[in-house]
């Protein structure tokens, strides 16, 4: 009875022993997890503030380096622009992004730049894929006027808000030629006018949507605007995206650098340009000295108007990608 107990006593003591460790072994990576998870989050960054998302002719450069997966996220959001015919010009190039391979592209995608003979750049793949991004045309009554415009971006968006993840609108060359009263200080589109629609009545209906983003452009040029009141207005939206954490598209900052990042400025400088193929057909103004941004010659073909050129929509389009990245995440 007595040698039986001993026995009892000793596997019980022996099972306690084997135990032991592994309950401590157990309690140790439990405490390690806890302790790895507590050093993770110390060292996390504090939230991100909110930042400006401003893309000019400087990002362009970024098109090459957007990660692939930033890529399918923007592709994946379902995105809205009302524009005019240069908008029609980006969704083309938008279009000629997402072929194939440049060869596979359209003719219309890769005419060279005429200024320099330059290739377009054009980098075409299927990952470009553009399927849920959609350009809208205004109406073609009532939509005139800048200020006729904010009401009908208010007027079109607000039916089909609810299908987008991104919406907005652009301003172009023609609502800030001389005489506009867009850039005005007590009637213009920052100016809270109560008689117009402004950025006022814009941000008013983008915060009744707040799980939505809204893009800022700044406007289209053309060789003849260039005007002061198409560069005080692009500066005001620029001072007021950076001012609010906006997102803003830099179309005019892009149109009015060439290449090389050489500014451009408008065709009433006395400088001789004539199209590379027609040279009985040039602009040939007399310099007024005043030198307001514009369109550079290598992104249009037109003597005072600005539509794109192939040069023109593709550099466009690549800066919208880099554009909608940043919009899906990508902080470059």
Not at 68 to 92: C, H, Q
Not at 148 to 164: K, N, R, T
Not at 184 to 202: E, M, Q
Request: aromatic share 12%.
């Amino acid at each position: 009875m007595k040698r039986w107990f001993v026995l009892a006593l000793t596997s019980i003591l022996a099972l306690t022993a084997m135990a032991t460790p592994l309950e401590t072994r157990a309690d140790t990576r439990t405490d390690a997890r806890t302790d790895a998870r507590n050093d993770r989050q110390s060292r996390a960054p504090a939230p991100a503030q909110p930042r400006p998302i401003i893309v000019d002719h400087t990002a362009i450069a970024l098109f090459d380096r957007i990660p692939d997966r930033y890529i399918r996220a923007a592709r994946e959001l379902r995105m809205i622009y009302f524009d005019k015919s240069v908008g029609a010009n980006i969704d083309s190039g938008l279009d000629c992004l997402q072929y194939p391979s440049a060869n596979a592209a359209p003719v219309g995608c890769k005419r060279p730049d005429p200024v320099t003979g330059q290739s377009t750049g054009l980098v075409a793949s299927i990952k470009y894929d553009r399927s849920r991004w959609r350009y809208q045309w205004w109406p073609q009554r009532g939509c005139g006027a800048w200020y006729e415009l904010v009401s009908c971006f208010i007027a079109q968006a607000g039916p089909i808000a609810a299908q987008y993840d991104v919406l907005s609108f652009q301003f172009s060359y023609g609502e800030v030629g001389a005489g506009s009263t867009i850039a005005d200080k007590s009637a213009g589109f920052f100016a809270n006018n109560k008689a117009v629609n402004d950025i006022y009545d814009y941000e008013a209906f983008a915060a009744r949507y707040p799980g939505k983003q809204f893009i800022l452009w700044t406007t289209s040029l053309s060789r003849g605007v260039g005007t002061a009141e198409s560069t005080d207005f692009n500066n005001q939206m620029r001072a007021y995206a950076r001012a609010n954490n906006k997102i803003l598209f830099d179309v005019a900052d892009i149109e009015a650098h060439d290449p090389a990042g050489k500014p451009c400025f408008d065709n009433r400088d006395g400088v001789r340009y004539c199209e590379p193929n027609n040279p009985t057909k040039c602009e040939n103004f007399p310099d007024d000295k005043f030198d307001y941004p514009a369109i550079c010659p290598n992104y249009t073909t037109e003597m005072n108007a600005g539509h794109l050129n192939s040069m023109g929509k593709v550099r466009l389009a690549k800066a919208f990608w880099v554009l909608m990245a940043q919009v899906a995440g990508w902080t470059p």
